[in-house]
């Protein structure tokens, strides 16, 4: 149905006209069922595999960015050396499209670091397939370096299984599964040094990014996804936190953040707008298993490598299991009144690592398969009135199917109600602009939706 402009109606049959077109939109992709290709990726994520990766992270003794480089069985060198390796196995089996490379710098002296330091990411990249999409790009990280009590020793054993070889063996996983698969957009694997030191690899990669005006429409961090097991023996293996930023804690705000604010939505960042997708189709596709989202960017007194991404304008998430022991991280190897002290992989749950790479692997699959999230989206307010009037730019993906208008109560955290309104770029829904949020969305033929983008006024 081609949308009528408003402008032409009679304003008695407005209501009766947005109603008539709600019925008629109603039809269209079904976006909340499942893709046989995304189950088929989840399904085929190991968490064997996954154990198999964490031991072999740890053999190598100490991942301090600082340890060795030159041994091929001991220290940080040995360890990119052998991530690299495997992920150019993975690639070849899978027909020689992921391109693995090092990203690498070298970081001057300053206080976690006495001497000047080579800092290598290992960086695995899988192309889109679609020539309108290929420049727009997906991010999943974990870091790979490893410390124990005292940041600056660098010969000590620091095992690291949890922090952070488990969010490192799930980017390793995950490379490995979804090379075999075709997507629109890009996907970027990594696994970064030197988050122990002060996020320095994931800063230097995200830095090359904003330099370069890369396209990077989210990014997803996996830092401490090891242990279902929390510091008083209770075991929650049914959930993981998302930590999602709103508006960033800065000086001077952005004017696309200072309107946000004034109209409501401050949960509407680009970063709760991803983690809210996040949640909705991990849960779909794993099954019994919730994405907590958390309104902060982290922890108290931590941090993680998707703030350099936050810090530069990019929409980035943290996953963490929900209940740590700290006893298990950033500890000396030692025993204190029978218990082991220290990250030793004996801590670590595999079946947990994999559920946690699954909701990562089927929400990076559904961003890469869908289009763009609409631009230039607006909420027309010349007019005192109980309707909503949007309008978008069009996307420019062969495969789309059209848009798809979400709202929700100001104090709901989850889209509520959805529409299908077809390939137009301007609709009217019979709902208040002043009484709930809104979001658009562009859907592929397949049912595969965008992220959701919030509309700013326009007058």
Known sequence: MQFIPRKTLPAALLLCFAAAHTIAADAGPNVTGHQ????????????????????????????????????DTRGIGAARRWIKSEL????????????????????????????PTEIVNVVATLPGT??????RMYVVSGHYDSRV??????????????????????????????????????????????????????????ELARQKNWNIAGMLNNDIIGSSRADDDHVDN?????????IPAVKEMSDANRALV???????????????????????????????????????????DHSPFLDRGYAAVRFTEPNEDFSHQHQD????GGKKIGDLPEYDDFNYIAQVARVNAASLSSLALAPAAPQ???????????????????????????YRIVWRDTTAPQWQGALYVGNTTQYIIPRSKDNFLFGVQAVDKDGNASVATYPLPQR
């Not at 499209?97 to 990203?103: E, G, N, P, W």
């Not at 679609?130 to 420049?135: C, L, R, Y």
């Not at 949640?279 to 902060?296: A, L, P, Q």
């Open 130 to 135: 679609q020539a309108e999409s290929v420049d």
């Open 262 to 304: 004034a109209t409501g939505g401050e949960n509407d960042s680009i970063t709760r707008q991803l983690a809210r997708h996040i949640k909705e189709v991990g849960e779909r596709y794993v099954d019994k298993f919730s994405v907590n989202v958390i309104y902060r960017r982290d922890r108290y007194l931590r941090g993680g």
């Open 149 to 206: 009590t005292e940041v600056m020793n660098a010969t000590s054993d620091a095992p690291g299984a949890n922090d952070d070889a488990s969010g490192t063996a799930a980017v390793i996983e995950m490379a490995c599964v979804m090379a075999r698969h075709k997507f629109d957009a890009t996907l970027v694997f990594m696994t970064v040094a030197a988050e122990e030191q002060g996020l320095l690899g994931a800063a230097n990669w995200a």
């Open 333 to 336: 190897l030692r025993e204190e």
């Open 376 to 402: 230039q989206v607006k909420v027309r307010t010349a007019k005192l009135d109980n309707n909503t009037e949007l309008v978008w730019q069009a996307n420019k993906e062969p495969d789309l199917a059209g």
């Open 36 to 71: 046989a290709e995304i189950d088929q990726i989840v399904k085929e994520i190991s968490p064997q595999r996954i154990e198999g990766y964490v031991r072999k992270l740890v053999s190598f003794g100490t991942r301090h960015t600082m340890s060795d480089t030159v041994s």
């Open 88 to 115: 150019e196995r993975c690639g070849a089996a899978a027909g020689g499209r992921l391109q693995v490379s090092y990203d690498s710098h070298v970081h001057p002296v300053m206080a976690r670091l006495s001497q």
């Open 238 to 246: 049914t959930q993981v936190r998302l930590f999602a930023e709103g």
